[in-house]
Nanobody, 126 residues
Framework: QVHLVESGGGLVQGGGSLRLSCTAS????????MGWFRQAPGQEREFVAA????????YYAESVKDRFTISRDNGRSTGYLQMNSLKPEDTAVYYC???????????????????WGQGTQVTVSS
């Protein structure tokens, strides 16, 4: 059974940083691409970042490019989302997801992923 556990969310002032972690079990993690998505109250879940299973190719939403960095440690079966220069509009529940994907157009769509973490709240104060 696939299980994803997220951690690292919290409350931070604008301009601050947080690092989210997502640890997988029940899969050979190195075979799976990972995406991070977020959902603010009353809004649809939106793409934030993705990293291919081989770990060398990454994609970002325009709104987070140059502020967020996605990475992975296959030896620890863990993916990360380093978030810098946080803004109040980054406030949302953040979710990690994994699946056997290698196509950009699928990586950026939430409905492409079968396996999801429980979500972690990120709140950025102004």
């Amino acid at each position: 059974q696939v299980h994803l556990v997220e951690s690292g969310g919290g409350l931070v002032q604008g301009g601050g940083s947080l690092r989210l972690s997502c640890t997988a079990s029940g899969v050979i993690f190195m075979n799976y691409s990972m995406g991070w998505f977020r959902q603010a109250p009353g809004q649809e879940r939106e793409f934030v970042a993705a990293i291919l299973w081989i770990g060398e190719t990454t994609y970002y939403a325009e709104s987070v490019k140059d502020r967020f960095t996605i990475s992975r440690d296959n030896g620890r079966s863990t993916g990360y989302l380093q978030m810098n220069s946080l803004k109040p509009e980054d406030t949302a529940v953040y979710y990690c997801a994994i699946d056997l994907l290698n196509n950009y157009h699928r990586l950026i769509r939430a409905d492409s992923y079968r396996y999801w973490g429980q979500g972690t709240q990120v709140t950025v104060s102004s």
